[in-house]
């Protein structure tokens, strides 16, 4: 009897916290702070599509880094920059409640929990990512940013590198990284991001995710090489993130197309999110 009563009440505490959820994320100050978050997150590509462009054809020397946290570097030089970047920073943090509403209880008109299991992961996932560019926009929002993220990468695979089985560590992360590239392809070329819409999206909204996804997919894979690279030969110099992919394009035959092409698909990726943002499915 003790365990039933306990039980019910567990059972009627979630369900109470899972009405809260629904009523919060129906109203309308949440739909706005979403669509803030997710304007945000197209802005945050469309920042570094820009940089890879000068990259691509100002010569890559100095500068801030072809990647998010070099993007929004450059965004608050500008004048309007400090507060435009706190905007950003609020939106994409009111991003992350969603995510976790989603890991939680969303996805239920999957009808295998394997497949719903395996969206609700997703959705933790960019709720770790919205996060983690929230928390960078706030940071160079107040002054304390740093102009590129490659010095800590490096350290990062310096310092895995130094641990027992170090080596065999940092293929693991490869191997990780690449997965997350490959399943960010995969989602494009599948169409699967369709689900976060509501409704049915319209044929140049679908082009947009699809090109999008992969651009985004194919420089993850990218950074995967380059830290399997690293492993292999030792050296934690040769890992990187999105900007040491970028660079690592340019140097090769006809990089400046190459990485233009990559390019133009984060800035269709950073309007797709402008598409998603008008409709996105919040269950």
Partial sequence: MVGEHRRADVAEVAGDARDAARSARDSRTFRVSVGVGLVSFGIVHLLVAWAALQLAWGGGGGGESADQQGALQQLSNTPLGPVLLGVMALGLFALVPWMVGL??????????????????????????????????????????GQGSGNPEQKSLSARILALPFGTALLVVVAAVIAGIGVY???????????????????????????????????????????????????????AGGLDQAFRTV??????????????????????????????????
């Avoid at 319209?202 to 090109?211: A, D, K, Y």
């Avoid at 399997?228 to 040769?238: G, L, R």
């Avoid at 800035?267 to 402008?274: D, R």
């Fill in 103 to 144: 890991t939680v209880w969303g996805y239920t008109w999957e009808r295998t929990r394997g497949r719903r299991n395996a969206k609700r992961t997703g959705a933790l996932a960019r709720g770790v990512l919205y996060a983690f560019l929230g928390y960078t926009a706030a940071k160079i929002a107040a002054g304390n």
């Fill in 184 to 238: 960010l392809v995969r989602r494009g070329l599948a169409q699967q991001f369709c689900d976060d819409l509501q409704g049915r999206p319209s044929r140049p909204v679908v082009l947009l995710g699809q090109v999008g996804y992969v651009a985004r997919g194919l420089s993850v894979v990218i950074v995967a090489v380059l830290f399997a690279w690293s492993a292999v030969a030792h050296d934690p110099k040769k």
């Fill in 250 to 283: 340019k140097e090769q035959p006809f990089g400046g197309v190459l990485l233009t092409v990559m390019a133009l698909g984060f800035v269709a990726f950073g309007l797709y999110c402008a598409a998603w943002a008008r409709r996105p499915r919040r269950a």
